[in-house]
């Protein structure tokens, strides 16, 4: 090989290089802001772990963090007998995954995790989430398995007596949504107000780039 065709094989493989070292570059640079054009999720700077744990299904079926590998789950918690968080947010989250379908995107497992356990049997349960989408997972269990799991994701909530009476109380819970990455750990927040198109948005970008 003559010495000026090496040369221009030399200089194409370094230009060729260094085109690879700046997508590359800039990639990491869209990666790494990508949290700036987030509307309303917060990401959190490392996933966490979610404490084991096993409760059942509104299918009565057992159900563990084995449950929630292999696809994006957002959890919510809330209870039946809710007049207006629960309702709002369900609708938000059915809207969600209707505008994630139109733009070909998979949309995240729903789940909703009653925070009264008292009350919220796997029947009762059943027909209120699959009201919203059939696909939807309502799940129920002992009172301190999910006060395990809720105290793990920081999720709080209070019983409010309203009458005398063991059935007449109310429960005052947060309203975030939590988005469990397929590793099975939460990976970022969703805040009120929910806005399904905003969600959509932010879920699309967060499993673009994570």
């Known amino acids: 090989m003559n010495k000026p065709l090496r040369a221009v094989i030399s200089i194409v493989v370094i230009l060729?290089?260094?085109?690879g070292a700046y997508s590359s570059y800039q990639r990491q640079q869209v990666r790494r802001n990508y949290p700036k054009q987030l509307i309303t999720a917060?990401?959190?700077?490392?996933?966490?772990?979610?404490?084991?744990?096993?409760?059942?299904?509104?299918?009565?079926?057992?159900?563990?963090?084995?449950?929630?590998?292999?696809?994006?789950?957002?959890?919510?918690?809330?209870?039946?007998?809710?007049?207006?968080?629960?309702?709002?947010?369900?609708?938000?989250?059915?809207?969600m995954t209707v505008i994630l379908q139109q733009r070909n995107i998979k949309a995240p497992q729903v789940?909703?995790?009653?925070?009264?356990?008292?009350?919220?049997?796997?029947?009762?349960?059943?027909?209120?989430?699959?009201g919203y989408n059939p696909n939807f997972v309502g799940l129920t269990g002992l009172q301190e398995?999910?006060?395990?799991?809720?105290k793990n994701l920081n999720v709080l909530y209070i019983k409010t007596q309203i009458k005398n009476?063991?059935?007449?109380?109310?429960?005052?819970?947060?309203?975030?949504?939590?988005?469990i990455n397929p590793?099975?750990?939460l990976s970022a927040i969703f805040s009120m107000p929910h806005n399904p198109n905003e969600m959509a948005h932010d879920f699309a970008l967060i499993q673009k780039y994570s």
Not at 145 to 150: E, F, N, Q, R
């Open 16 to 19: 060729a290089i260094g085109f």
């Open 111 to 130: 789940i909703m995790i009653s925070v009264d356990p008292q009350r919220d049997t796997v029947n009762r349960l059943n027909i209120y989430v699959s």
């Open 165 to 179: 009476g063991d059935e007449n109380y109310n429960i005052d819970h947060s309203g975030a949504i939590l988005l």
């Open 42 to 95: 917060t990401v959190l700077p490392e996933a966490r772990q979610l404490t084991n744990f096993n409760l059942t299904d509104n299918k009565n079926q057992s159900y563990t963090n084995q449950n929630l590998i292999g696809h994006w789950s957002m959890i919510f918690f809330g209870f039946t007998n809710c007049g207006y968080i629960c309702p709002t947010t369900m609708a938000a989250l059915k809207n």
């Open 183 to 185: 590793a099975g750990k």
């Open 145 to 150: 398995k999910i006060d395990l799991l809720a």
